[in-house]
């Protein structure tokens, strides 16, 4: 029974959640409001501009499966948000980035049913460690490819683990609680929730070639948890079928081997794959290396709170009662294994492919994060419970005094100093914005004129920012670059030049 205290903290804590969330959100929806089409936004949009509804969509997007890239589930959401007023995509994407902050904290275990100190960890993780926040969060293509695609894959991963959770331990998901009177063993699922996660399996595998694969071993492991507890409900095996239909229709693509035939390398055979997992590698110390720390040091902290039981169970004794399994000793971090598992698989997956850009690590460095923010909630929940179990309520004890006092400040410093990036660099959006909205005004105005050569100013380089990718795709001095033949043909002129903006206003 809750008392009136309990009750009143848990409404507040309620609304700082939600707060927390809608405050996030609001941030990004500006954002997006303030960020231009980009790059391949211009190329599929010409394409796009090309279809009269819904099925020439799918033709559009059944020639790509087949001529350059096997994403198609990602792909056609794309074309339908280009081929639907802007204004619709930046609203529903900004929504998409609160979904996923809210799979996110549904995947920390043993968090309170409304955590605070969980969510704003999520948020802060989103903004500050995404990989290319720019690429993979605002630019829109890229967006869809990876924010929405990464979301339909853990949002299936959450909904699997959340339905068996509920079955076995009769808790929603990451909450504390008991197993079920019938030891965790739910009858078999319906045909509805068969279908259902049969259905969301294949999209979900049909997202992202390596997220997806780590999503499959997602659904492996928790099929392989079940089996060790007991009967394997039948809406798993319907799971992690569909899950792998998906990612082979995907990676079996005719347009992915047309694609990577336009690839090069400086090494083949085993020298070849040596130099991918150099890279592979490098690419997570310069993009993973703050959270890998964290994760170490969290882990490294848990370890030695636990360290009389891993020599009790060394030693295959202890003086007051029998030796525990290894199992049990690791439970805390059973989480953090597995989310840190599925991130170096992720991760490493990518050295199959030919020089993947930075941004195909997005969907391994969400698992990172869960990884990550597993293992301070871990941390931090133990010294806790520390104190609760010596009679410290009042957080005297002076190991657990010094673990949340480090994690709050940490987590505070990282706020505040989000908070000073962010009004500077929405600042720079905007502006960044500004130029963009009059070289567009001023081509369709040279357009309306008949001109067919145009001479646009470049945006601004003191404008730059890491909320931006306008300046690796800006217009050059080069018709046959390919950003100025992306312009050319979504405005339908015969040449488009950028010279740096002060040139351009002086011969305007």
């Known amino acids: 029974m809750t008392d009136r205290s309990g009750i009143k903290t848990e409404n507040r804590d309620k609304a700082l959640v939600i707060a927390i969330t809608a405050v996030s959100f609001l941030c990004v929806l500006i954002f997006n409001l303030l960020t231009p089409m980009l790059t391949d936004d211009y190329s599929y949009g010409t394409q796009v501009r090309e279809a009269a509804g819904l099925m020439d969509l799918v033709r559009q997007e059944a020639h790509q499966y087949m001529t350059w890239n096997g994403r198609s589930v990602v792909h056609l959401i794309l074309r339908v948000t280009l081929f639907l007023p802007r204004i619709l995509f930046k ?72 339905r068996y959770q509920r079955e076995a331990y009769g808790t929603g998901l990451g909450e504390a609680g008991t197993v079920n009177a019938d030891g965790g063993k739910a009858g078999a699922a319906g045909a509805a929730a068969l279908a259902g996660f049969f259905i969301f399996g294949i999209l979900a595998g049909w997202c992202n ?22 009967k394997v409900p039948a809406y798993l095996y319907a799971a992690g079928l569909g899950n792998l239909i998906g990612l082979f229709i995907m990676v079996l693509a005719p347009g992915n081997a047309k694609r990577a035939s336009f690839a090069t390398e400086n090494h083949s055979g085993l020298y070849g794959m040596a130099a991918r997992f150099q890279k592979a590698t490098l690419t997570i110390r310069d993009y993973f290396l703050v959270l ?17 039981e891993f020599a009790a169970w060394y030693a295959g004794r202890e003086q007051t009662k029998e030796p525990a399994g290894l199992a049990d000793i690791l439970r805390p971090l059973w989480e953090v294994i597995l989310f840190t598992f599925l991130f170096f698989a992720t991760a490493y997956a990518l050295i199959l492919t030919v020089q993947p850009q930075p941004r195909a690590y997005f969907g391994a460095g969400i698992f990172l994060l869960i990884a990550v923010i597993q293992a301070i909630q871990v941390c931090v929940r133990e010294e806790r419970e520390a104190d609760c179990a010596t009679g410290d309520a009042a957080g005297a004890n002076s190991g657990a005094l010094l673990v949340r006092a480090a994690a709050y400040s940490v987590i505070g410093a990282l706020a505040l100093s989000f908070f000073f990036t962010y009004i500077d660099c929405g600042a720079q959006l905007a502006r960044i914005n500004r130029d963009c909205e009059e070289r567009i005004d001023y081509i369709l105005q040279k357009k309306a004129e008949g001109a067919d050569e145009i001479f646009v100013a470049q945006i601004h380089p003191e404008f730059e920012n890491r909320y931006t990718i306008a300046y690796e795709s800006d217009l050059t001095d080069d018709e046959y670059y390919w950003t100025n033949v992306a312009y050319q043909t979504y405005f339908g002129v015969e040449s488009i030049y950028a010279i740096p903006y002060d040139e351009w206003k002086a011969i305007r």
């Open 292 to 308: 890998l720390i964290v994760l170490l040091v969290c882990t490294v902290i848990t370890i030695l709170r636990h360290r009389r």
């Open 91 to 162: 609203f529903a994407s900004s929504i998409v980035f609160a979904v996923l902050s809210v799979c996110i904290y549904l995947q920390i275990h043993g968090r309170k049913k409304w955590d605070p100190f969980v969510m704003l960890m999520v948020q802060l993780g989103l903004w500050l460690f995404t990989v290319d926040f720019a690429e993979t969060i605002l630019w829109q293509t890229g967006a869809v490819n990876y924010l929405w695609g990464t979301t339909i894959i853990l949002g299936f991963m959450t909904l699997l683990k959340r």
């Open 209 to 230: 070639e390596n997220t997806s694969g780590g999503c499959f071993l997602f659904v492996l492991f928790m099929i392989l948890r079940a089996r060790l507890s007991g």
